[in-house]
């Protein structure tokens, strides 16, 4: 049955042939089976810094090695939607990955990136650089982020974490569309540090301006209290089972890239459930 009015038309699935990144692959056609949209499997190579000889050499080398990779990758995206008119290609690129994937997301219309991300410590997010963390960073387009922990596909249960900005309303009517085609439910979280009035009459002034914006009827908002916003939210994973978080961040300078850290941050490296990042 064709879907006209699905949230997603285009994903864009970049893919370093790792664990992480099949599973990526596995969520993005559980998305194409539901909502019918085209795959892109991407593959960027990334040349190190050497002599132009000897970069043409390696491009050759590394270009011989990737296309049969990413046909098999490509031809376990078609068993998996076989019988489906959904249209899945291959692309491989030259050039850094985040830059790459960044850019092929934005020149090509795509709706989603779906890519694999690794679990690891604050230690380690310093000391190693993470394609995914720059993807999310830079991308204009929102970026499904997710491990390779979790042993079954959940998107029956959705959660959507805000902090009452205006931009979260504004995403709340795309989140809607996509729990729609989902059949799944949607709970609007807030974790606050305190109990008290004032963060009271913020969440029930965002619920009621969230109901006036949308009309779908499985949708919940939970107001969650916790002296820490990560713990807080990560007991309401537990709390609701969510199969699928979903938050929104505003885009940072270079230094807050660098230096700084955020809700997104942590819990997209701590949490085993997917992460779903919309920008604002």
């Known amino acids: 049955m064709a879907h006209k009015k699905a949230s997603l038309k285009k994903i864009l699935v970049p893919t370093d042939f790792s664990e992480k990144a099949n599973r990526a692959l596995e969520i993005a056609c559980e998305l194409a089976r539901v909502t019918r ?7 960027v190579i990334e040349l190190p810094y050497s002599t132009e000889l000897r970069k043409a050499k ?10 049969p990779a990413l046909k098999e990758t490509v ?35 795509y709706d989603l990136i779906c890519m ?28 499904l982020a997710t491990t390779s922990k979790q042993p079954n596909i959940k998107l029956g249960s959705m959660l959507f974490g805000t902090d009452f900005r205006e931009g979260d309303l504004n995403i709340l009517g795309k989140v809607c569309a996509l729990a729609n085609d989902l059949k799944s439910t949607l709970s609007v979280v807030h974790v606050s540090k305190k109990k008290g009035f004032e963060e009271m009459l913020r969440f029930s002034g965002f619920e009621a301006l969230g109901r006036q914006r949308v009309a779908y009827k499985d949708i919940h908002f939970e107001h969650f209290y916790n002296s820490d916003v990560d713990s807080g939210i990560e007991n309401a994973i537990k ?18 890239t660098l230096f700084g850290s955020d809700v997104i941050d942590d819990l997209v490296y701590k949490v085993e459930v997917p992460v779903l990042v919309y920008p604002i």
Not at 37 to 43: D, M
């Open 116 to 143: 694999g991300n690794r679990i690891t410590s604050g230690l380690r997010r310093l000391v190693f650089d993470n394609t995914t963390s720059g993807v999310i960073d830079l991308s204009n387009v929102p970026v």
């Open 37 to 43: 949209c085209s795959l892109t499997i991407l593959h």
């Open 75 to 109: 031809k376990k995206a078609k068993n998996s939607l076989s019988r489906l008119k959904v249209d899945i290609k291959e692309l491989l690129i030259i050039g850094n990955p985040v830059n790459g994937i960044v850019q092929e997301a934005s020149a090509g219309g």
């Open 239 to 256: 709390d609701i089972n969510a199969g699928l978080i979903i938050l929104s961040r505003e885009h940072r300078s270079i230094f807050d």
């Open 58 to 67: 390696l491009r050759q080398e590394l270009e011989k090695s990737a296309k």
